[in-house]
């Protein structure tokens, strides 16, 4: 099996190791290409494990485009291999921005335009759940659409030609508000300061709690069609879990891979917009199943997802499948901050007019902020707005100062 240009590093490992999944999640997380080596569809391959590890199949064995490999590498070891910036390069900022989706990068130019100094911290890679997203059709000044990775790199390259720091694969993991300002640690151990601090961390996508779903994710369960659809080509039949406005999109998107396609909802009707409801309800490829719930998510002996047990009232029953696709709803990333800012009954943060939280300092914006329509145009509007409301709110600390 040859690497091609197309995928410029190969992921040796097997469907039931967890860290093969947790690697192939943090790659796919990074958009950075791969090709994935089953090594137990394909034997043959285990000769490129054995000889990079004296003999011995460890997995997962990464092989890259210059020929040098990790053996089960950390998230900070395939971090520093992907070249990833996760250091801050000073000790105190301006602002801080928790989140680099559409907010966090609208915040930051604007604020970077007014000379701030502005550091993006990102635990995952900048551009948010729009930068996995297939095509953005509703966006303005797109009148084609454009595809959400297009998006969100024109949005993070604009951030950086204004300076704008930007940390991948970096967590917040506590902060601390005093009258001099926010303090913010991060995962890498370092701790940096900030006049004022932006929340803008999106939400998470939902799980379904049924037996069998953790143990599967990266087997079988997915949470992205733009990332893992193309591994499905040629499948007979792949689920999606949802009826929104996500889940009849991804639906459509994987019917280029798979050769039918269904959508199961827990309710009695679809939630999706009248026109994506029609558009899979008129698909001869697409089939809906109402009122259905998943009861478990169900593996072969090699830890593949091979079917899924089925709830319609009374009545339980396998649904053959080769890969689900979840898109159940959202939840707040507020946990880090829990114990700084107040809350709503969901987690997600309470803000008054001016997007300031109960923190002085401290500002929310995006999906993460109670209230927001969870829209990548709205998203981009609040960042714009909120970053008004620092502006005002730094001047007026300054002239509090004089």
Same mark, same amino acid.
């Given at each position: 099996?040859?690497?091609?240009?197309?995928?410029?590093?190969?992921?040796?490992?097997?469907?039931?190791?967890?860290?093969?999944?947790?690697?192939?999640?943090?790659?796919?997380?990074?958009?950075?290409?791969?090709?994935?080596?089953?090594?137990?569809?394909?034997?043959?391959?285990?000769?490129?494990?054995?000889?990079?590890?004296? =003999?011995?199949?460890?997995?997962?064995?990464?092989?890259?485009?210059?020929?040098?490999?990790?053996?089960?590498?950390?998230?900070?070891?395939?971090?520093?291999?992907?070249?990833?910036?996760?250091?801050?390069?000073?000790?105190?900022?301006?602002?801080?921005?928790?989140?680099?989706?559409?907010?966090?990068?609208?915040?930051?130019?604007?604020?970077?335009?007014?000379?701030?100094?502005?550091?993006?911290?990102?635990?995952?890679?900048?551009?948010?759940?729009?930068?996995?997203?297939?095509?953005?059709?509703?966006?303005?000044?797109?009148?084609?659409?454009?595809?959400?990775?297009?998006?969100?790199?024109?949005m993070t390259e604009q951030a950086r030609r204004y300076g704008v720091e930007i940390l991948q694969a970096v967590a917040v993991t506590g902060i601390e508000v005093s009258e001099g300002g926010v303090t913010v640690d991060l995962s890498t151990g370092?701790?940096?300061?900030?006049?004022?601090?932006?929340?803008?961390?999106?939400?998470?996508?939902?799980?379904?709690?049924?037996?069998?779903?953790?143990?599967?994710?990266?087997?079988?369960?997915?949470?992205?069609?733009?990332? /893992?659809?193309?591994?499905?080509?040629?499948?007979?039949?792949?689920?999606?879990?949802?009826?929104?406005?996500? =889940?009849?999109?991804?639906?459509?998107?994987?019917?280029?891979?798979?050769?039918?396609?269904?959508?199961?909802?827990?309710?009695?009707?679809?939630?999706?917009?009248?026109?994506?409801?029609?558009?899979?309800?008129?698909?001869?490829?697409?089939? +809906?199943?109402?009122?259905?719930?998943?009861?478990?998510?169900?593996?072969?002996?090699?830890?593949?997802?091979?079917?899924?047990?089925?709830?319609?009232?009374?009545?339980?029953?396998?649904?053959?499948?080769?890969?689900?696709?979840?898109?159940?709803?959202?939840?707040?990333?507020?946990?880090?901050?829990?114990?700084?800012?107040?809350? /709503?009954?969901?987690?997600?943060?309470?803000?008054?007019?001016?997007?300031?939280?109960?923190?002085?300092?401290?500002?929310?914006?995006?999906?993460?902020?109670?209230?927001?329509?969870?829209?990548?145009?709205?998203? +981009? =509007?609040?960042?714009?707005?909120?970053?008004?409301?620092?502006?005002?709110?730094? /001047?007026?600390?300054?002239?509090?100062?004089?």
């Amino acid at each position: 099996m040859s690497q091609s240009v197309a995928t410029p590093l190969i992921v040796y490992g097997a469907s039931w190791c967890p860290d093969c999944r947790r690697a192939k999640e943090f790659l796919s997380a990074h958009r950075a290409a791969y090709e994935w080596v089953d090594l137990e569809a394909h034997p043959e391959q285990v000769v490129q494990v054995e000889s990079r590890n004296a =003999g011995k199949r460890i997995i997962p064995t990464i092989v890259f485009p210059d020929g040098s490999f990790l053996v089960e590498p950390s998230n900070d070891e395939l971090a520093e291999k992907l070249g990833l910036v996760r250091d801050p390069q000073s000790s105190a900022y301006d602002l801080v921005i928790m989140g680099g989706g559409p907010t966090g990068l609208t915040t930051a130019i604007y604020g970077a335009r007014e000379n701030l100094s502005v550091l993006i911290v990102e635990r995952s890679a900048p551009g948010g759940q729009a930068a996995v997203t297939e095509r953005l059709d509703n966006y303005p000044g797109f009148p084609d659409g454009v595809s959400g990775a297009e998006l969100a790199g024109r949005m993070t390259e604009q951030a950086r030609r204004y300076g704008v720091e930007i940390l991948q694969a970096v967590a917040v993991t506590g902060i601390e508000v005093s009258e001099g300002g926010v303090t913010v640690d991060l995962s890498t151990g370092r701790q940096v300061s900030a006049r004022a601090l932006l929340l803008a961390s999106g939400s998470t996508y939902r799980r379904t709690g049924a037996h069998g779903e953790s143990g599967l994710i990266g087997a079988g369960i997915h949470f992205c069609a733009t990332c /893992d659809g193309p591994f499905y080509r040629g499948a007979v039949e792949l689920t999606v879990i949802g009826g929104g406005n996500s =889940g009849l999109e991804e639906g459509l998107f994987l019917t280029q891979f798979a050769e039918h396609v269904t959508v199961v909802q827990a309710g009695p009707e679809l939630t999706a917009s009248r026109l994506l409801q029609d558009k899979v309800l008129d698909h001869p490829r697409m089939s +809906v199943l109402l009122d259905t719930s998943v009861a478990s998510f169900n593996a072969d002996g090699a830890g593949k997802l091979t079917s899924l047990s089925l709830v319609r009232g009374v009545e339980e029953f396998e649904h053959a499948t080769s890969g689900a696709f979840i898109f159940i709803g959202l939840d707040p990333n507020s946990r880090v901050v829990a114990d700084v800012v107040e809350l /709503d009954e969901r987690g997600f943060i309470l803000t008054d007019e001016r997007l300031s939280t109960s923190m002085p300092g401290v500002f929310a914006a995006g999906d993460v902020r109670a209230g927001s329509t969870k829209q990548i145009a709205s998203a +981009v =509007g609040e960042g714009a707005a909120v970053a008004l409301q620092l502006r005002y709110y730094l /001047d007026a600390q300054l002239d509090a100062a004089l």
